[in-house]
């Protein structure tokens, strides 16, 4: 199985900072990366997919750039309904893998 | 606009066997992937596994024994079996959709969530 490393674990921020998300693959996926926002109590929603394009409705302040094994997800400036956990997955392979998730906290 | 709902036993005991249903509104289930994915509480997200109109199915590994994946494309609906339930399964389970059809992809489109809890 392809592991998803996030980093970090949680993340304290402000409203308008920009904020940078890390996402490690342990072998390379070429572009093949999504991105997801779960708020608690809910599914997940998909931000950005194949590493940088952005989903239909979702906000431009969000981004995401890499390919091979080192991928970045940022906002550019934090808004209040950003406060959220973020997930990365990779479809490189037909087994599905998540990383372990970043919590954005209010500072 | 394509919707997801699902529904099944939120209750099980241990060795019991867990069955969800998944239905599509708004659109077909052709051509795309449909997958199942668990989240257990205060924990990250984990793919079960994914099925196409056809029935042909991807399992993760890690679950494979215990997992069977069907759909029926008459109900426009696709389900989840995973047998011998344990505490350890004790997850919110979501059905979602692959964005492109016809490749393991990103999922864009997510069923509502049922919780679901294996105890004694």
């Known amino acids: 199985d392809i592991q998803m490393t996030q980093s970090p674990s949680t993340l304290s921020a402000s409203v308008g900072d920009r904020v940078t998300i890390t996402c490690r693959a342990s072998q390379s996926i070429s572009s093949w990366l999504a991105w997801y926002q779960q708020k608690p109590g809910k599914a997940p929603n998909l931000l950005i997919y194949?590493?940088?394009s952005l989903e239909s409705g979702v906000p431009s302040r969000f981004s995401g750039s890499g390919s091979g094994t080192e991928f970045t997800l940022t906002i550019s400036s934090l808004q209040p309904d950003d406060f959220a956990t973020y997930y990365c997955q990779q479809y490189n392979s037909y087994s599905r893998t998540f990383g372990q998730g970043t919590r954005v906290e209010i500072k | 606009q394509v919707q997801l709902r699902q529904w099944g036993a939120g209750l099980l005991k241990p060795s019991e066997t867990l069955s969800l249903t998944c239905a599509v509104y708004g659109g077909s289930l052709s051509g795309y992937y449909w997958s199942w994915i668990r989240q257990p509480p205060g924990k990250g997200l984990e793919w079960i596994g994914e099925i196409n109109h056809s029935g042909s199915t991807s399992y993760n590994p890690s679950l494979k024994s215990r997992v069977t994946i069907s759909v029926d494309t008459s109900k426009n609906q696709f389900s989840l079996k995973l047998n011998s339930m344990t505490a350890a399964d004790t997850a919110v389970y979501y059905c979602a959709r692959g964005r492109i059809p016809g490749y393991p992809t990103a999922f864009d489109i997510w069923g509502q969530g049922t919780m679901v809890t294996v105890s004694s």
């Open positions: 194949k590493a940088s």
